[in-house]
C-alpha cells in the first residue's frame, strides 16, 4: 500500500525553445524522484534562479505535464484525478499576490465565486459566509475587513493572506506556495511564514514551499530538496541539510545567505552568479556544478553524480561516492 501523499518518479520536463531550423532543448526539471509522507509537513524546494522550481511547482499543479516520469499523490497518478476534485486537493499560492486579484472586482466576488464554482454550498448564502468567514480567520482577517473593498484597499501583506485564505477555503490537503513572501517586507513575511506552520499544526496541512532564500526555508521547513539545473542534488530533514550541508552547492547557497555583518557583495555567491550561469551552459553530461565546485575531479565532468544515502540525506556528488 502506498502510504505517501506526494510522489514524483523521475520527473523531467523538456522546454524546446527557438525556431525549426535550430531548436534548443531545455532540461527545467530533470529526473526528480521525491517523496512527501503522510505527516503534515513543511516541504521546501530551494534554489538559485533558473534550478526549476516553479517547472516543478507546476508539474505538481497539474498547469504542466512531464517530458517524462509520473506524479502521485494519495496513492493515484494526478492526471486520474477529475479536474474538480484535483482542485480540492491541491491549491496554488502565487509570488504576487496583485496578480491573484483584479483591480476592477470587489476582492469578496474571487471568494464567492470559488464557492459557486465548486458548488461547497448550494447557494445558500448564509453558508456561504460562514465559510468565507472560517478561511478568513484562519489568515486573522475578518468579513468586516473585507466586505466591499476592492484590490488598491488592500495592503500587500493582507492581500497574500487573501489568497492564503481563498486557497484554504476548499479546505485543500496540499498548498503550493510559490515564493509566497518575496514581495513582502520582513515583518510580513514572518506573519506568513508563521500562517504555514499553524496551519499545518491545526489543520494537518502539507505545504511545499518554493524559495532561493534558505533563511525562510530554515525557518519554516520540516524537509528540504535543493535544485541545481532542474536536479535535486541534497534532499532531507531542513536542520542537517540546512546547518551540516554536504554537496558543495547546498554550502555555497548557505554562504550566500545575507550577513548582517558582511558588506555587500562580498559573498561569493554575490559576485560570481552572472559568471557562472553562462559558464555552466557548457557544463557538459557530468555534475551541473563541476565548472564552480573547488572539489571537482575527472569524473564529475563525465558522468552524472550517483545518488549516495547518508543516514537520511540523499546527496547526489562523487565526493561521496
Ligand atoms: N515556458 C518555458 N519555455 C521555455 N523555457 C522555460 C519555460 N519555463 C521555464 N523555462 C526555463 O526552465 C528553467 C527553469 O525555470 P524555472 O522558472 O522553473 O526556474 P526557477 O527555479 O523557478 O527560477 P526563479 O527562482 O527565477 O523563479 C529556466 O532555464 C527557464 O528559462
Ligand atoms: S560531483 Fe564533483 S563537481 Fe559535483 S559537487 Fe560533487 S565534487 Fe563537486
Ligand atoms: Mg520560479
Not at 448550494?122 to 478561511?135: F, L, R, Y
Not at 532542474?230 to 540546512?242: D, T
Not at 554562504?255 to 555587500?264: A, G, L, R, T
Not at 565548472?291 to 546527496?315: M, S, T, Y
Request: include cysteine; charge should be positive.
Amino acid at each position: 500500500m502506498d502510504d505517501s501523499l506526494l510522489t514524483l518518479n523521475r520527473v523531467t520536463k523538456i522546454f524546446q525553445i527557438g525556431t525549426f531550423l535550430s531548436k534548443v532543448k531545455i532540461y527545467a526539471v530533470r529526473d526528480v524522484t521525491l517523496t512527501i509522507e503522510k505527516k503534515p509537513m513543511v516541504f521546501t524546494l530551494v534554489g538559485e534562479s533558473g534550478s526549476g522550481k516553479t517547472t516543478l511547482a507546476n508539474v505538481l499543479l497539474r498547469v504542466v505535464a512531464p517530458t517524462e516520469g509520473s506524479v502521485s499523490f494519495l496513492g493515484r497518478k494526478i492526471e486520474s484525478y477529475k479536474k474538480s476534485e484535483f482542485i480540492r486537493l491541491v491549491q496554488p499560492v502565487f509570488q504576487n499576490p496583485y496578480e491573484t486579484f483584479n483591480p476592477l472586482k470587489k476582492v469578496e466576488l474571487y471568494f464567492r465565486s470559488v464557492i459557486n464554482k465548486l458548488s461547497i454550498v448550494n447557494h445558500n448564502g448564509h453558508a456561504a459566509e460562514k465559510i468565507i468567514d472560517q478561511a478568513l480567520s484562519s489568515v486573522a482577517l475578518t468579513w468586516e475587513e473585507v466586505r466591499g473593498k476592492y484590490l488598491h484597499e488592500f495592503s500587500g501583506g493582507q492581500l497574500q493572506r487573501l489568497s492564503i485564505a481563498r486557497a484554504l477555503m476548499v479546505n485543500p490537503t496540499l498548498l503550493v506556495a510559490d515564493e509566497p513572501v518575496s514581495m513582502l517586507d520582513a515583518s510580513l513575511r514572518v506573519f506568513v511564514l508563521n500562517l504555514f506552520r499553524k496551519l499545518k499544526e491545526e489543520k494537518q496541512l502539507y505545504v511545499v514551499y518554493i524559495t532561493h532564500d534558505l533563511a525562510t526555508a530554515y525557518y519554516i521547513s520540516d524537509r528540504i530538496a535543493v535544485m541545481l539545473r532542474g536536479s535535486v542534488v541534497e534532499m532531507g530533514p531542513a536542520e542537517k541539510v540546512l546547518l551540516n550541508p554536504l554537496h558543495p552547492y547546498t554550502a555555497l547557497l548557505k554562504e550566500s545567505v545575507p550577513n548582517p555583518y558582511k558588506k555587500q557583495g562580498e559573498s561569493r555567491f554575490e559576485e560570481r552568479e552572472e559568471q557562472i550561469l553562462e559558464i555552466e551552459e557548457y557544463a557538459g553530461e557530468g555534475c551541473k556544478f563541476a565548472l564552480r565546485c573547488p572539489h571537482a575531479k575527472e569524473i564529475c565532468r563525465r558522468e552524472i553524480p550517483a545518488d549516495v544515502f547518508l543516514d537520511d540525506v540523499l546527496v547526489k556528488c562523487w565526493l561521496y561516492k
